[in-house]
């Protein structure tokens, strides 16, 4: 079991994600858990208060430390209270930031294997350097270009996770990267068709209808062949 801590201002935008799909079925056979907590819950004043003007000077507002390392604290706590095995004891704490490391599908891999982790949504124009610094254990991007705040990020990153781990994903053949010796060696990524074998599309009103076909060797039966193919037309991910 993964539990998914998410620490954000926005926990209700979590509320329809973890209600679909095999993330929800997932939850059911208590195989995973999201919980999305609103970080104002420790704010240190009545108010709620999680960002301050930064020190120095400059525009915006920056999230506050404080509630941060209160929040990852009992978080961690009721980690390692909720069950006996060391396993228990798994607990990663990321920050969601463009400036951080690239996230990829090997530390997905790395990911499933915790029994905690615990996500920092940032919002605003940036948080207190001493929470990448001293409270993460590590800052991720999930592309180069600026989001709003880390809650997109998040459920990215829950998808990839939890799609490996074991019983998430309906039957382990489904997971692609298990299919080759060695998860780490990545796997091929390729084009796909189903029927129909030609589709006819009018694009213009009373215009021809053009034929759009799928490749032929797909249907030769030629397993080297339709091998070779895929390897040309393909990508090999998390490699
Ligand atoms: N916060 C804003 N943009 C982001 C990104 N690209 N990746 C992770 N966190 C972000």
Redesign the pocket.
């Known amino acids: 079991m993964i539990t998914f801590d998410i620490l954000t201002i926005f926990p209700k935008l979590f509320e329809p994600f973890k209600k679909e799909s095999l993330l929800a079925r997932g939850a059911k056979k208590k195989l995973l858990k999201i919980q999305a907590h609103n970080l104002r819950k420790w704010s240190t004043d009545r108010h709620g208060t999680i960002d301050d003007k930064p020190f120095g000077g400059g525009l915006g507002m920056v999230m506050k430390i404080e509630p941060v390392y209160r929040a990852v604290a009992e978080l961690q706590r009721k980690n390692r209270l909720s069950g006996g095995s060391p396993t228990r004891r798994k607990s990663k704490i990321i920050l969601?930031?463009?400036r951080?490391k690239k996230f990829d599908q090997a530390m997905a891999h790395d990911f499933s294997k915790q029994s905690q982790l615990i996500f920092i949504c940032?919002r605003y124009e940036g948080v207190d350097e001493r929470i990448a610094k001293k409270i993460a254990d590590v800052e991720?991007?999930?592309?180069d270009?600026?989001?709003m705040?880390?809650e997109v990020?998040a459920m990215a990153v829950i998808e990839a996770v939890s799609r490996l781990i074991p019983g998430v994903i309906g039957k382990p053949q489904f997971l692609k990267e298990r299919l080759g010796k060695g998860r780490k060696k990545g796997f091929l990524e390729y084009p796909q068709y189903t029927r129909p074998e030609i589709f006819r599309a009018r694009l213009a009103k009373g215009g021809q209808a053009i034929e759009w076909r799928v490749p032929k060797v797909l249907m030769s039966g030629d397993h080297k062949k339709i091998e070779e193919w895929r390897a040309m037309h393909g990508r090999t991910i998390g490699k």
Do not use: W
């Open positions: 969601f930031t463009p951080g940032g991720l991007s999930i592309g270009y600026v989001l705040g880390g990020p």
